[in-house]
């Protein structure tokens, strides 16, 4: 017969590390492919200039979304800072 056998616990740490793998490798390309399907129903009425229109504001947002994820907002504020600041 053996000795008693123990149980042992470790604590695992909480985190989001896999939700945002998930949201970048998942969610963004659906919007992006829902964005050009969108665009290309526009464009498919003939109405060229809303979708010029919509494509600035489209482009503006996607550049903000890029800066969310790659977490490198401080940098390029500071870096725009110092274009206005000198």
Known sequence: MTG?????LQA?????GGLQG???DNVIPL???????ILL???G???????ARRSVGLIVGLIA???????NGPEIGSFLAGLLVG
């Open 22 to 24: 998930w949201i970048q």
């Open 65 to 71: 979304l890029g800066i969310a994820v790659s977490g």
């Open 45 to 51: 009425k003939g109405d060229n200039a809303g979708v």
């Open 4 to 8: 008693p056998q123990v149980l042992v």
């Open 41 to 43: 129903w526009i464009g």
């Open 12 to 16: 695992q740490t909480l985190s989001t």
């Open 31 to 37: 919007i992006l492919l829902g964005i050009a399907i």
